[in-house]
Protein backbone atom coordinates (compact mmCIF):
# COMPACT_ATOMS: atom_id res chain seq x y z
CA UNK A 1 0.00 0.00 0.00
CA UNK A 2 3.01 2.44 1.13
CA UNK A 3 4.67 1.48 -2.68
CA UNK A 4 1.82 2.61 -4.25
CA UNK A 5 0.77 5.87 -2.52
CA UNK A 6 4.17 6.56 -3.12
CA UNK A 7 4.10 5.68 -7.00
CA UNK A 8 1.00 8.04 -7.24
CA UNK A 9 2.89 11.00 -5.07
CA UNK A 10 5.92 10.63 -8.15
CA UNK A 11 3.14 10.97 -10.71
CA UNK A 12 1.14 13.77 -8.93
CA UNK A 13 0.49 16.85 -11.86
CA UNK A 14 2.32 19.69 -11.47
CA UNK A 15 0.37 22.39 -13.12
CA UNK A 16 3.04 25.18 -12.64
CA UNK A 17 5.61 23.10 -14.35
CA UNK A 18 3.13 22.68 -17.54
CA UNK A 19 1.67 26.18 -18.02
CA UNK A 20 5.23 27.28 -17.84
CA UNK A 21 5.50 25.68 -20.43
CA UNK A 22 2.79 26.73 -22.83
CA UNK A 23 3.62 30.22 -24.66
CA UNK A 24 1.63 33.07 -23.05
CA UNK A 25 -0.72 35.61 -24.35
CA UNK A 26 2.14 38.12 -25.14
CA UNK A 27 4.58 35.46 -27.19
CA UNK A 28 0.97 34.69 -29.18
CA UNK A 29 0.61 37.80 -30.26
CA UNK A 30 4.36 38.17 -31.58
CA UNK A 31 3.64 34.86 -33.27
CA UNK A 32 1.11 36.68 -34.98
CA UNK A 33 2.58 39.76 -35.53
CA UNK A 34 5.67 38.37 -37.22
CA UNK A 35 3.44 36.08 -39.71
CA UNK A 36 1.50 38.95 -40.72
CA UNK A 37 4.93 40.46 -41.64
CA UNK A 38 5.52 37.12 -43.61
CA UNK A 39 1.95 37.37 -45.31
CA UNK A 40 2.13 41.61 -45.95
CA UNK A 41 5.47 40.43 -48.13
CA UNK A 42 3.48 38.08 -50.13
CA UNK A 43 0.94 40.01 -50.95
CA UNK A 44 2.99 42.88 -51.89
CA UNK A 45 4.81 40.55 -54.16
CA UNK A 46 1.00 39.53 -55.68
CA UNK A 47 1.14 36.22 -54.58
CA UNK A 48 -2.39 36.41 -53.11
CA UNK A 49 -3.08 32.51 -52.73
CA UNK A 50 -0.27 32.42 -50.18
CA UNK A 51 -0.40 35.32 -48.64
CA UNK A 52 -4.07 33.74 -47.56
CA UNK A 53 -2.94 31.06 -45.84
CA UNK A 54 -0.20 32.75 -44.31
CA UNK A 55 -2.84 35.47 -42.60
CA UNK A 56 -4.88 32.71 -41.79
CA UNK A 57 -1.58 31.51 -39.47
CA UNK A 58 -1.38 34.77 -37.78
CA UNK A 59 -4.90 34.99 -37.07
CA UNK A 60 -5.15 31.18 -35.61
CA UNK A 61 -1.84 32.34 -33.02
CA UNK A 62 -3.96 35.76 -31.77
CA UNK A 63 -7.30 35.40 -33.06
CA UNK A 64 -8.31 38.91 -31.64
CA UNK A 65 -4.94 40.50 -31.73
CA UNK A 66 -4.65 43.72 -33.59
CA UNK A 67 -1.96 41.67 -35.57
CA UNK A 68 -4.98 39.35 -36.55
CA UNK A 69 -7.53 42.09 -37.56
CA UNK A 70 -5.18 43.49 -39.49
CA UNK A 71 -4.45 40.19 -41.56
CA UNK A 72 -8.49 39.68 -42.06
CA UNK A 73 -8.41 43.13 -43.36
CA UNK A 74 -5.47 42.43 -45.96
CA UNK A 75 -7.04 38.65 -46.35
CA UNK A 76 -10.12 39.89 -47.37
CA UNK A 77 -7.83 42.53 -50.14
CA UNK A 78 -6.22 39.12 -51.32
CA UNK A 79 -9.51 37.60 -51.93
CA UNK A 80 -10.92 40.70 -53.90
CA UNK A 81 -7.75 40.56 -55.98
CA UNK A 82 -8.44 37.03 -56.86
CA UNK A 83 -12.28 38.06 -57.85
CA UNK A 84 -13.67 35.94 -54.81
CA UNK A 85 -15.72 38.45 -53.62
CA UNK A 86 -18.10 36.57 -51.50
CA UNK A 87 -14.73 35.14 -49.55
CA UNK A 88 -13.97 38.81 -48.99
CA UNK A 89 -17.38 39.64 -47.64
CA UNK A 90 -17.05 36.51 -45.13
CA UNK A 91 -13.38 37.57 -44.03
CA UNK A 92 -14.63 41.46 -43.07
CA UNK A 93 -17.76 39.79 -41.49
CA UNK A 94 -15.46 37.19 -39.31
CA UNK A 95 -12.98 39.90 -38.27
CA UNK A 96 -16.35 41.89 -37.55
CA UNK A 97 -17.04 39.52 -34.96
CA UNK A 98 -13.41 39.26 -33.77
CA UNK A 99 -13.51 43.05 -32.81
CA UNK A 100 -16.99 44.55 -33.66
CA UNK A 101 -15.73 48.58 -32.72
CA UNK A 102 -13.61 49.31 -35.59
CA UNK A 103 -15.67 51.72 -37.81
CA UNK A 104 -12.73 50.98 -40.67
CA UNK A 105 -14.01 47.55 -41.32
CA UNK A 106 -17.87 48.04 -41.67
CA UNK A 107 -16.67 50.73 -43.87
CA UNK A 108 -14.72 47.87 -45.52
CA UNK A 109 -17.32 45.99 -45.87
CA UNK A 110 -19.61 48.25 -47.14
CA UNK A 111 -17.31 49.15 -49.54
CA UNK A 112 -17.91 45.76 -50.83
CA UNK A 113 -21.03 45.77 -51.23
CA UNK A 114 -21.53 49.28 -52.46
CA UNK A 115 -18.99 48.38 -55.58
CA UNK A 116 -21.64 45.28 -55.78
CA UNK A 117 -24.64 47.35 -56.39
CA UNK A 118 -25.96 45.84 -52.91
CA UNK A 119 -26.49 49.27 -51.65
CA UNK A 120 -29.03 48.65 -48.95
CA UNK A 121 -26.22 46.35 -47.43
CA UNK A 122 -23.85 48.70 -47.79
CA UNK A 123 -26.11 51.78 -46.22
CA UNK A 124 -26.54 49.17 -42.94
CA UNK A 125 -22.57 48.89 -43.23
CA UNK A 126 -21.88 52.68 -43.35
CA UNK A 127 -24.42 53.87 -40.54
CA UNK A 128 -22.79 51.28 -38.09
CA UNK A 129 -19.45 52.55 -38.85
CA UNK A 130 -20.94 56.05 -38.56
CA UNK A 131 -22.13 55.55 -35.25
CA UNK A 132 -18.97 54.13 -34.08
CA UNK A 133 -16.90 56.81 -35.44
CA UNK A 134 -19.37 60.13 -36.93
CA UNK A 135 -16.15 61.42 -38.66
CA UNK A 136 -17.06 63.85 -41.84
CA UNK A 137 -14.94 60.62 -44.40
CA UNK A 138 -17.80 58.30 -42.47
CA UNK A 139 -20.36 60.63 -42.93
CA UNK A 140 -19.77 61.11 -46.37
CA UNK A 141 -19.56 58.01 -47.33
CA UNK A 142 -22.42 57.60 -45.72
CA UNK A 143 -24.26 59.93 -47.71
CA UNK A 144 -22.95 58.21 -50.73
CA UNK A 145 -24.74 55.00 -49.95
CA UNK A 146 -27.96 56.58 -48.81
CA UNK A 147 -27.99 58.51 -52.90
CA UNK A 148 -27.01 55.22 -54.30
CA UNK A 149 -29.88 53.56 -52.52
CA UNK A 150 -32.26 56.15 -53.78
CA UNK A 151 -33.26 57.70 -50.30
CA UNK A 152 -32.30 61.00 -51.32
CA UNK A 153 -33.44 63.00 -48.26
CA UNK A 154 -31.48 61.18 -45.53
CA UNK A 155 -28.51 62.02 -48.35
CA UNK A 156 -29.03 65.24 -48.40
CA UNK A 157 -28.98 65.46 -44.42
CA UNK A 158 -26.10 63.13 -44.05
CA UNK A 159 -24.35 65.77 -46.79
CA UNK A 160 -25.48 68.52 -44.21
CA UNK A 161 -23.76 67.13 -41.42
CA UNK A 162 -20.54 66.56 -43.61
CA UNK A 163 -20.55 70.34 -44.47
CA UNK A 164 -21.00 71.33 -40.45
CA UNK A 165 -18.15 69.24 -39.63
CA UNK A 166 -16.24 70.10 -42.41
CA UNK A 167 -16.90 73.61 -43.50
CA UNK A 168 -13.28 74.61 -45.24
CA UNK A 169 -13.88 71.04 -47.11
CA UNK A 170 -15.61 71.07 -50.41
CA UNK A 171 -17.14 67.48 -49.84
CA UNK A 172 -20.61 68.42 -48.20
CA UNK A 173 -21.10 70.58 -50.85
CA UNK A 174 -19.97 68.27 -54.00
CA UNK A 175 -22.01 65.78 -52.17
CA UNK A 176 -25.47 67.56 -51.77
CA UNK A 177 -24.52 68.75 -55.66
CA UNK A 178 -24.52 64.93 -56.83
CA UNK A 179 -28.18 64.37 -54.74
CA UNK A 180 -29.93 67.38 -56.58
CA UNK A 181 -28.67 66.37 -59.78
CA UNK A 182 -29.91 62.64 -59.43
CA UNK A 183 -33.11 64.68 -58.34
CA UNK A 184 -33.52 66.40 -61.74
CA UNK A 185 -32.81 69.73 -59.35
CA UNK A 186 -29.98 70.72 -61.73
CA UNK A 187 -29.74 74.89 -60.79
CA UNK A 188 -29.70 73.28 -57.05
CA UNK A 189 -26.80 71.27 -58.06
CA UNK A 190 -24.74 73.83 -59.96
CA UNK A 191 -25.13 75.80 -57.10
CA UNK A 192 -23.62 73.39 -54.75
CA UNK A 193 -20.61 72.41 -57.38
CA UNK A 194 -20.27 75.80 -57.21
CA UNK A 195 -19.57 76.59 -53.67
CA UNK A 196 -17.61 73.35 -53.87
CA UNK A 197 -15.47 74.85 -56.18
CA UNK A 198 -15.04 78.22 -54.01
CA UNK A 199 -13.68 76.33 -51.14
CA UNK A 200 -11.16 74.08 -53.20
CA UNK A 201 -10.45 75.91 -57.06
CA UNK A 202 -8.68 73.03 -57.85
CA UNK A 203 -11.11 70.59 -57.27
CA UNK A 204 -11.37 68.97 -60.85
CA UNK A 205 -14.15 66.30 -59.97
CA UNK A 206 -16.47 69.25 -58.98
CA UNK A 207 -15.68 71.20 -62.05
CA UNK A 208 -17.00 67.88 -64.14
CA UNK A 209 -19.87 66.99 -62.07
CA UNK A 210 -21.32 70.79 -62.73
CA UNK A 211 -20.48 70.24 -66.66
CA UNK A 212 -22.81 67.02 -66.88
CA UNK A 213 -25.33 68.99 -64.48
CA UNK A 214 -25.33 72.00 -66.99
CA UNK A 215 -25.44 69.72 -69.80
CA UNK A 216 -28.68 67.59 -68.32
CA UNK A 217 -29.97 71.20 -67.91
CA UNK A 218 -29.82 72.30 -71.94
CA UNK A 219 -26.63 74.58 -70.83
CA UNK A 220 -24.64 72.80 -73.23
CA UNK A 221 -22.59 76.03 -73.60
CA UNK A 222 -21.77 76.43 -70.33
CA UNK A 223 -20.87 72.47 -70.36
CA UNK A 224 -18.44 73.16 -72.92
CA UNK A 225 -16.80 75.98 -71.07
CA UNK A 226 -16.11 73.54 -68.75
CA UNK A 227 -14.40 70.60 -70.89
CA UNK A 228 -12.18 73.81 -71.88
CA UNK A 229 -11.25 74.27 -68.16
CA UNK A 230 -10.84 71.06 -67.41
CA UNK A 231 -8.79 70.29 -70.64
CA UNK A 232 -7.09 73.81 -69.17
CA UNK A 233 -5.80 71.87 -66.33
CA UNK A 234 -4.43 68.47 -67.73
CA UNK A 235 -7.67 67.06 -66.22
CA UNK A 236 -7.96 65.41 -69.49
CA UNK A 237 -9.67 62.17 -68.77
CA UNK A 238 -12.57 63.88 -67.26
CA UNK A 239 -12.68 66.44 -70.19
CA UNK A 240 -13.09 64.15 -72.36
CA UNK A 241 -15.84 61.44 -70.61
CA UNK A 242 -17.99 65.40 -70.21
CA UNK A 243 -17.48 65.81 -73.80
CA UNK A 244 -18.76 62.83 -75.03
CA UNK A 245 -21.57 63.10 -72.88
CA UNK A 246 -22.35 66.34 -74.01
CA UNK A 247 -22.11 65.16 -77.81
CA UNK A 248 -24.89 63.10 -76.75
CA UNK A 249 -27.06 65.60 -75.46
CA UNK A 250 -26.70 68.25 -78.42
CA UNK A 251 -29.80 68.12 -80.91
CA UNK A 252 -28.52 67.04 -84.54
CA UNK A 253 -28.58 69.35 -87.47
CA UNK A 254 -28.71 70.01 -90.58
CA UNK A 255 -25.27 71.40 -91.71
CA UNK A 256 -24.87 71.49 -94.87
CA UNK A 257 -25.93 71.34 -98.44
CA UNK A 258 -25.17 70.07 -101.62
CA UNK A 259 -27.01 69.14 -104.89
CA UNK A 260 -28.12 65.78 -105.31
CA UNK A 261 -26.60 62.33 -106.32
CA UNK A 262 -29.63 60.61 -106.95
CA UNK A 263 -31.95 61.86 -110.03
CA UNK A 264 -31.61 65.21 -111.28
CA UNK A 265 -29.44 68.02 -108.48
CA UNK A 266 -32.04 70.59 -107.81
CA UNK A 267 -30.41 73.77 -108.44
CA UNK A 268 -31.45 76.37 -105.01
CA UNK A 269 -29.21 79.07 -106.53
CA UNK A 270 -31.69 79.84 -109.03
CA UNK A 271 -34.17 82.64 -108.08
CA UNK A 272 -37.64 84.35 -108.68
CA UNK A 273 -39.15 83.24 -112.32
CA UNK A 274 -36.93 80.36 -113.41
CA UNK A 275 -38.41 78.59 -116.19
CA UNK A 276 -39.13 75.13 -115.10
CA UNK A 277 -37.87 74.07 -118.25
CA UNK A 278 -34.15 75.59 -117.62
CA UNK A 279 -33.94 72.83 -114.59
CA UNK A 280 -33.80 69.49 -116.07
CA UNK A 281 -33.53 68.04 -119.14
CA UNK A 282 -35.09 68.60 -122.55
CA UNK A 283 -38.65 66.69 -121.36
CA UNK A 284 -39.25 69.08 -118.97
CA UNK A 285 -40.51 71.71 -122.06
CA UNK A 286 -43.00 69.40 -122.57
CA UNK A 287 -46.70 70.22 -121.28
CA UNK A 288 -47.28 68.27 -118.38
CA UNK A 289 -44.20 66.39 -117.76
CA UNK A 290 -42.28 65.84 -114.68
CA UNK A 291 -39.35 64.80 -113.51
CA UNK A 292 -37.54 63.76 -110.34
CA UNK A 293 -35.03 66.09 -108.65
CA UNK A 294 -32.69 65.97 -105.26
CA UNK A 295 -31.10 67.68 -102.96
CA UNK A 296 -28.31 66.46 -99.85
CA UNK A 297 -28.44 67.46 -96.65
CA UNK A 298 -25.76 66.79 -94.42
CA UNK A 299 -26.36 65.98 -90.67
CA UNK A 300 -23.72 66.53 -87.48
CA UNK A 301 -24.76 63.19 -85.68
CA UNK A 302 -25.29 59.20 -86.85
CA UNK A 303 -29.35 59.81 -87.15
CA UNK A 304 -32.41 56.99 -86.92
CA UNK A 305 -32.41 55.62 -90.32
CA UNK A 306 -36.04 54.90 -90.40
CA UNK A 307 -36.93 58.32 -88.97
CA UNK A 308 -34.87 60.04 -91.67
CA UNK A 309 -36.02 57.91 -94.38
CA UNK A 310 -39.83 58.57 -93.72
CA UNK A 311 -41.12 60.86 -95.90
CA UNK A 312 -44.21 62.25 -93.05
CA UNK A 313 -41.16 63.70 -91.25
CA UNK A 314 -40.01 65.78 -94.38
CA UNK A 315 -41.79 69.02 -95.51
CA UNK A 316 -41.18 71.09 -98.82
CA UNK A 317 -42.57 74.76 -98.69
CA UNK A 318 -42.58 78.26 -100.57
CA UNK A 319 -40.82 79.98 -97.48
CA UNK A 320 -42.15 82.42 -95.20
CA UNK A 321 -40.32 85.18 -93.01
CA UNK A 322 -40.13 88.42 -91.42
CA UNK A 323 -38.49 89.94 -94.28
CA UNK A 324 -39.46 90.51 -97.89
CA UNK A 325 -36.43 89.32 -98.66
CA UNK A 326 -36.83 85.40 -97.26
CA UNK A 327 -40.05 85.00 -98.69
CA UNK A 328 -40.98 82.56 -101.63
CA UNK A 329 -40.79 85.19 -104.77
CA UNK A 330 -39.46 87.92 -102.57
CA UNK A 331 -42.92 88.54 -101.46
CA UNK A 332 -44.23 89.62 -104.80
CA UNK A 333 -47.90 88.79 -106.06
CA UNK A 334 -47.16 84.86 -108.18
CA UNK A 335 -47.41 84.44 -111.71
CA UNK A 336 -50.41 82.21 -113.03
CA UNK A 337 -47.37 80.41 -113.94
CA UNK A 338 -46.39 79.61 -111.07
CA UNK A 339 -45.73 75.87 -110.39
CA UNK A 340 -46.33 74.09 -106.60
CA UNK A 341 -44.14 71.30 -105.55
CA UNK A 342 -45.45 68.57 -103.92
CA UNK A 343 -45.54 68.98 -99.70
CA UNK A 344 -43.84 65.86 -99.15
CA UNK A 345 -41.04 64.29 -100.77
CA UNK A 346 -41.23 61.22 -103.54
CA UNK A 347 -38.62 59.69 -101.16
CA UNK A 348 -35.54 59.88 -98.46
CA UNK A 349 -32.27 57.79 -98.69
CA UNK A 350 -30.31 57.96 -95.93
CA UNK A 351 -26.74 56.74 -95.58
CA UNK A 352 -25.38 56.11 -92.76
CA UNK A 353 -21.93 55.74 -93.62
CA UNK A 354 -21.83 59.98 -94.64
CA UNK A 355 -24.62 61.07 -92.58
CA UNK A 356 -26.32 61.95 -95.58
CA UNK A 357 -29.65 62.30 -96.75
CA UNK A 358 -30.87 62.20 -100.64
CA UNK A 359 -33.94 63.96 -100.62
CA UNK A 360 -36.21 63.15 -103.60
CA UNK A 361 -39.16 65.17 -104.74
CA UNK A 362 -41.16 65.94 -108.15
CA UNK A 363 -40.98 68.82 -110.39
CA UNK A 364 -44.14 69.10 -113.22
CA UNK A 365 -44.46 71.53 -115.95
CA UNK A 366 -48.10 73.09 -116.64
CA UNK A 367 -50.03 72.38 -119.39
CA UNK A 368 -48.95 75.54 -121.26
CA UNK A 369 -45.33 74.27 -120.48
CA UNK A 370 -44.16 78.38 -119.41
CA UNK A 371 -43.81 76.82 -115.73
CA UNK A 372 -42.37 79.33 -113.47
CA UNK A 373 -40.55 78.67 -109.61
CA UNK A 374 -38.30 79.84 -107.29
CA UNK A 375 -35.98 77.79 -106.37
CA UNK A 376 -34.17 79.91 -103.78
CA UNK A 377 -36.93 80.15 -101.38
CA UNK A 378 -37.87 76.51 -101.61
CA UNK A 379 -37.92 75.31 -98.08
CA UNK A 380 -37.06 72.12 -96.40
CA UNK A 381 -37.84 70.56 -93.05
CA UNK A 382 -37.21 67.67 -91.48
CA UNK A 383 -38.32 67.02 -87.86
CA UNK A 384 -37.32 63.23 -87.62
CA UNK A 385 -34.54 62.46 -84.78
CA UNK A 386 -31.10 60.93 -84.59
CA UNK A 387 -29.99 57.62 -83.16
CA UNK A 388 -30.17 57.79 -80.17
CA UNK A 389 -33.63 59.94 -80.17
CA UNK A 390 -32.95 63.09 -79.76
CA UNK A 391 -35.23 65.20 -82.21
CA UNK A 392 -33.94 68.10 -84.14
CA UNK A 393 -32.24 71.33 -83.10
CA UNK A 394 -35.37 73.77 -84.61
CA UNK A 395 -32.62 76.06 -85.25
CA UNK A 396 -30.98 73.92 -88.01
CA UNK A 397 -34.10 71.96 -89.50
CA UNK A 398 -34.51 73.99 -92.20
CA UNK A 399 -33.01 75.03 -95.49
CA UNK A 400 -33.63 77.20 -98.28
CA UNK A 401 -31.23 78.18 -101.20
CA UNK A 402 -31.84 81.77 -99.90
CA UNK A 403 -31.57 81.75 -96.11
CA UNK A 404 -29.48 78.35 -95.42
CA UNK A 405 -30.30 76.77 -92.81
CA UNK A 406 -32.44 77.79 -89.30
Sequence with gaps: MGTYFSRMSALTFDSSVFNASLPQSGQMDSYAQSTLVKALQLYSDGKYSKAISVFQQAIGYSPTSTAAINAYDYMAKSYQQLGETNKAIETYKKSIVADPSLDTTHSSLANIYYSQGDYSSAVKQYEKAAKLNDSSANLYSLGQGYMADGQY?????????????????????????????????????????????????????????????????????????????????????????????????????????????????????????????????????????????????????????????????????????????????????????????????????????????????????????????????????????????????TKANEYTGYSGFA
Design 153 to 393: NNAIKTFEQVRRLAPTQPYGDFGMGQVYAKQGQYQDAITSFQKAIKIAPQYWNAYSEMGYALADSGQLDKAKDVVTTLNNNNSTSLASQLNVYIYGKTKPQMTSYSYGEIGTPFLTGLGPGTQVSSLGNLNLAIADASQTFSVDFQFSKPMDAASVQDVLNWTIMRSSGTFASQNYNYGQPLSSTETLLPYRPTAVVYNKDTLTATVLFTVTQNSAADATIDPSHIQFTFNGKDATGLAMD
